[in-house]
């Protein structure tokens, strides 16, 4: 295992997380350390965000979980912290609840490293282009009323609809 995703996962727990009982377990993938967090928990996620924000949006029982990629909260704060507030329509998906909403099956929000997201202050195609010059965001796609941006390992997607 890498050791700045140890440490980044260490740093993550103890200083960003308030209350650090409520995380389940942290994985560390090939890329991405991704937080696993109970889906009726709401903990702040640094300066920011809660986890309710991520949270997949369904009502299905077996949906108990809510994944978060902690280097992609990273970016999404230091994003915030150069255009202002950020809401977030969608973050992680269960997926019973991506197959609902038209999702493809190997979507990024299925696995805690995609949010799709909106600004008061920048229209989707303009945040898109900002936070493609500007970020380490792997994929960004703009749609008419929010912009996509994920994590996904080893490859480069862009996209406008």
């Known amino acids: 295992m890498n050791i700045l995703k140890k440490i980044h996962a260490f740093i993550l727990r103890k200083i960003i997380l308030k209350n650090t009982d409520d995380v389940r377990s942290v994985k560390m993938g090939s890329k991405n350390t991704i937080m696993v967090i109970p889906k009726d928990v709401d903990m702040p996620l640094g300066k ?9 949006k369904c009502s299905y029982k077996s949906c108990t979980k809510t994944l978060i990629d902690i280097e992609h909260l990273d970016q999404l704060i ?24 038209g999702g493809i099956p190997t979507s990024q929000h299925t696995k805690g490293t995609a949010t799709d997201i909106q600004s008061s202050r920048l229209k989707a195609r303009l945040l898109a282009d900002l936070i493609d010059e500007g970020y380490t965001f792997n994929g960004v796609g703009s749609y008419d009323t929010f912009t996509h941006i994920d994590s996904r390992a080893n490859k480069i997607a862009r996209w406008r609809f």
Request: proline share 3%.
């Open 78 to 101: 230091a994003l915030r912290e150069e255009i202002g507030p950020i809401k977030i329509t969608s973050g992680f998906r269960c997926k019973k609840h991506n197959k609902d909403v």
């Open 48 to 56: 920011y965000f809660n986890s309710s924000e991520f949270k997949c």
